[in-house]
């Protein structure tokens, strides 16, 4: 079956432009996770969502990241006024429940994201 | 969140086992022990999880300690598609305490 997908699949942007990052979960979960990586490091959480409303947003660096998921499906993370910081592989997840143990998050490959 | 230490890189010779250790010593008792691993250019994707019982699946072992301090994931027979970072992540149960917490993980390489 379809994985989840996130669109674009790289997105090269000028420094102070706004972006938008979708994520397409797979159909029928009702968790989504947003994590970013930086080279050489491991995936840095973001923000939870269960289903519309963000359950956990503490890893959301400032008030520049939002995201929203109005259907409890697709989610799309907003970025104002990108800094070359910025730059960095956006990942999305999804999971069949959130609190269960036995819900494995389902990862996209994610999108890169570069600020010039 | 509970921390987990892992080496930073191991090497494994192809179709042999590979132990790949993970210390977790300030572990609560409603703490899950997930792994994951992340291949080149692509998303992490899950392994196995266990809570004190040894776990097996189709991709790996899980052994957790008696005390659970320490786990142990198990690759029975590696292959270079099992070149990867392997993360060991602490998951709780609890409503707003159930996001994983990435480290660094291991840097896998497997010797042809």
């Known amino acids: 079956g379809a994985g989840v997908s996130q669109t674009p699949s790289n997105k090269v942007t000028e420094k102070g432009k706004y972006v938008e990052l979708r994520c397409d979960p797979i159909?029928?979960?009702?968790?989504l996770y947003w994590y970013r990586q930086s080279l050489g490091q491991g995936p840095e959480f973001l923000i939870y969502?269960?289903?519309?409303?963000?359950?956990?947003d503490s890893g959301l660096p400032n008030d520049r990241f939002f995201a929203v998921r109005p259907e409890g499906s697709v989610s799309t993370l907003k970025i104002q006024r990108t800094e070359r910081g910025d730059s960095a592989v956006y990942l999305c997840?999804?999971?069949?429940?959130?609190?269960?143990?036995?819900?494995?998050?389902?990862f996209g490959n994610g999108t890169r994201l570069t600020v010039t | 969140d509970a921390k987990t230490t892992q080496p930073n890189s191991m090497e494994s010779n192809e179709e042999e086992p590979v132990h790949l250790p993970c210390n977790h010593s300030t572990i609560s008792g409603t703490d899950y022990i997930h792994w994951y691993r992340q291949l080149p250019s692509q998303g992490p994707e899950y392994v196995i999880h266990g809570l004190t019982s040894n776990v097996n699946n189709r991709m790996a072992s899980l052994a957790i300690a008696e005390d659970r301090k320490s786990s142990t994931l198990i690759l029975h027979r590696a292959t270079l598609r099992d070149a990867a970072v392997y993360y060991c992540i602490l998951r709780g149960t609890n409503f707003g305490n159930e996001k994983l917490t990435f480290g660094t993980g291991t840097r896998l390489t497997i010797i042809p």
């Open positions: 159909s029928g979960h009702t968790a």
């Open positions: 969502f269960q289903g519309t409303g963000a359950a956990d």
């Open positions: 997840a999804s999971s069949l429940w959130g609190i269960s143990e036995n819900s494995p998050l389902h």
